[in-house]
């Protein structure tokens, strides 16, 4: 039998390549004799450069940026082999992953280590520059990260404006040019969401990232107020910039690529393309996917949408595993998945503790999920 592995990241517990070295260690305590393709996947959130490195190889130069409250931070950006191509993602410098609960407030992050990141990738000699967008506690539609690349918002005294997105409502010109020498920016994200209005940034991200619904009023305001100033601005920018598809993505960090001239590609597209997995689909004859959380937005062009959709057209069955399952069985079998396991189900259940051992024992229970799976599916 051959099985493909292909997990996006658990986010908080475990990257992509460990989710599917676990599932195979558990799937191998029960049968040798099956043939196990791991291919690991990102949709431009974290783990989106350690994907494509693995993939395509190259070099990854690491840069040190700031986090988004402006500590000192480690990212880095990939290189392709013949210097054409950077790839990074922005959660390295702007990622929910790097602020406890206390410190997430969308007012006050800002993208300017994002900024930091995209200008020592034109710095490089590459002619495009792909940015994984995801993951992000940011809502400040670029703004810092327009500001590390030489373009500064103002205010109506000439005075820069301070970080994070609740000052773009001050906004009235950018003071200097992106620096970008030419380069081709390209966003890698599956959100089609627009920067403004009711699917827009600060209302349907906005409060995982710490705002109240007042903020998300605020906010939404605020980035309404900068597009206008980045349209009036940006000679590349497009009309009606609050509108566009996938201008919301990561906090309005896809409008601000878009403002730059840039466009938007499907992230699990790019990586799917790059590692090869339509033709490991077409051999295999079971797919198993998952990532942390299995719930609505998975459907919605994540990596489980994309890989059950391409496993159900070749009429391959897709299991689903995730620390958490919260989608009905119908909703899951219309997107093209067979069944779906819980890691907080497998550990008992919340009433029994079953959260608590997801977060902690992630690896152990892949791995005896990945062992009932083999005793289900392997011939």
């Known amino acids: 039998m051959r099985v493909l592995l292909c997990p996006d990241k658990f986010a908080g517990t475990l990257p992509a390549q460990e989710v599917a070295a ?3 260690d558990g799937w191998r305590e029960v049968t040798d004799g099956d043939e196990l393709l791991i291919r690991p ?8 450069v350690a994907v494509l490195a693995e993939a395509l190889g190259g070099r990854r130069i690491a840069v040190s940026t700031v986090d988004p409250l402006g500590r000192p931070a480690a990212g880095e950006f990939l290189l392709t082999p013949d210097g054409s191509t950077a790839y990074l993602e922005s959660a ?4 929910l992953h790097l602020l406890t609960v206390e410190e997430r407030d969308p007012k006050a992050t800002t993208s300017y280590g994002l900024g930091l990141l995209i200008a020592a990738a034109v710095e490089s000699g590459a002619r495009t520059v792909v940015i994984g967008l995801g993951g992000s506690a940011t809502n400040d539609a670029g703004a810092g990260m327009l500001t590390a690349l030489g373009a500064t918002p103002l205010d109506e005294t000439g005075l820069a404006l301070p970080y994070g997105g609740a000052a773009l409502a001050a906004a009235v010109a950018l003071d200097g040019t992106p620096r970008l020498r030419g380069v081709r920016l390209v966003a890698a994200t599956d959100v089609d969401n627009p920067l403004l209005g009711l699917h827009g940034a600060s209302n349907v991200y906005g409060p995982q990232k ?9 906010l939404d305001a605020a980035l309404e107020r900068f597009a206008g100033v980045l349209e009036r601005d940006l000679p590349g ?5 609050g509108l566009q598809p996938g201008g919301g993505a990561a906090g309005g960090l896809g409008a601000a690529v878009l403002a730059l001239g840039g466009h938007c590609e499907s992230g699990i597209g790019l990586v799917t393309g790059a590692i090869g997995l339509d033709a490991a689909l077409d051999e295999c004859d079971l797919v198993i996917t998952g990532e942390g959380s299995f719930d609505h937005q998975s459907l919605r062009g994540k990596v489980v949408a994309g890989v059950a959709g391409a496993a159900r057209d070749r009429g391959v069955p897709c299991v689903v595993v995730a620390g958490r399952v919260s989608t009905g069985r119908r909703e899951s079998a219309s997107a093209g998945v067979t069944d779906a396991y819980s890691l907080v189900e497998h550990f008992g259940g919340e009433e029994r503790g079953g959260v608590e051992a997801a977060m902690g024992r992630p690896a152990q229970g892949l791995r005896e999920l990945g062992a009932r799976l083999a005793r289900q599916w392997s011939r």
């Open 210 to 218: 710490g705002a109240s619904r007042a903020d998300v009023l605020l």
């Open 41 to 48: 996947l990102a949709d431009g959130g974290p783990g989106f």
């Open 22 to 24: 676990a599932v195979a």
């Open 237 to 241: 920018c497009p009309a009606q910039l």
């Open 92 to 95: 390295q410098a702007c990622g």
